[in-house]
């Protein structure tokens, strides 16, 4: 069961630019690799990566198997507002993981 | 190249400050010639795939910078943060970062895409890289203008996991 991480710094300021830290697991299984028989281990990766920040998308990426394992994706937003931040991630076979973060501002 | 061969008769001291004088012009326009090289792209798919993501627009060196280790032991997990000089204004901000290298399997690694929203275009992620390579990035910016940078990372262990 993939497991997603998000970290915050502590004491957020309104209107201040803060670091979103994003981590969750995944083989990212590149395409490129055979097992022991020889044959080419098919390609399952995330593909895509999306934040919403209160329902609007702020910051998109779409991801090739170039991305390391357990992806881990650190951006910056501004922090206008106390609310929610959604993350997801969309795998190969169509499987969306999410997470979420509440915000607080000050 | 010595004073002797520049035909001048100096006392020891002083021709041994020539040459080093010289050893240090050559140093500095090696270095200054591998920087030249640095921002050079050399042509291959990698490239067609960054023309093709930014619509055929040129790109011009500056603005943007990608940062990764010179030399990276491990090939599978190769840490690596772009950012862009931009205000980050609605009027005024990083549409997309698209990044590629030449040597890999595929160029393609990942493209980012920005809004006013952010505050500053800057991103940070672990790439993979079969071996020693440059990663290229390009920058897409509200006005229309595109910008790259490029680095080379020397690998050990490939990340391609045989």
């Given amino acids: 069961m993939p497991t997603a991480r998000i970290r915050l710094p502590a004491g957020i300021k309104k209107g201040e630019v803060i670091e ?20 080419v281990i098919p390609r399952k ?16 990426a779409d991801l090739w198997p170039a991305i390391s394992a ?28 999410k997470e979420s973060a509440k915000i607080e501002v000050t | 190249m010595t004073a002797k061969e520049l035909g001048m008769d100096l006392p020891p001291a002083l021709s041994r400050r020539i040459v080093l004088i010289g050893a240090a012009g050559l140093a500095s326009g090696l270095i200054a010639g591998r920087d030249a090289t640095a921002q050079a792209l050399q042509p291959g798919a990698h490239v067609q795939v960054l023309n093709k993501l930014v619509g055929g627009k040129k790109a011009t060196p500056g603005r943007i910078k990608l940062r990764i280790p010179e030399i990276a032991e491990n090939g ?8 862009v000089d931009s205000p980050m204004t609605p009027d005024n901000y990083v549409k997309a970062v698209h990044i590629v290298t030449d040597n890999n399997p595929r160029p393609e690694v ?7 929203a952010n505050g500053k275009a800057e991103v940070s992620t ?11 990035a390009y920058a897409e910016l509200s006005d229309g203008s595109v910008w790259s940078d490029q680095a080379e990372a ?3 262990i490939g990340g391609c996991g045989g």
């Fill in chain 2, 126 to 136: 672990r790439i993979r890289l079969a071996e020693t390579m440059h990663v290229i």
């Fill in chain 1, 70 to 97: 357990n992806p881990y994706i650190a951006f910056f937003i501004k922090a206008a507002d106390s609310g929610t931040l959604d993350f997801a991630w969309t795998d190969d076979d169509g499987s969306v993981i």
């Fill in chain 2, 76 to 83: 599978n997990t190769v840490p690596m943060t772009v950012s």
């Fill in chain 2, 154 to 156: 020397k690998v050990t």
């Fill in chain 2, 110 to 116: 990942s493209s980012f895409y920005f809004t006013p």
């Fill in chain 1, 20 to 39: 979103v830290k994003t981590l969750v697991t995944h083989a990212m299984e590149s395409g490129q690799r055979k097992d022991a028989n020889g044959q």
């Fill in chain 1, 45 to 60: 990766i995330l593909n895509k990566f999306v934040c919403t920040y209160n329902g609007k998308e702020i910051f998109r």
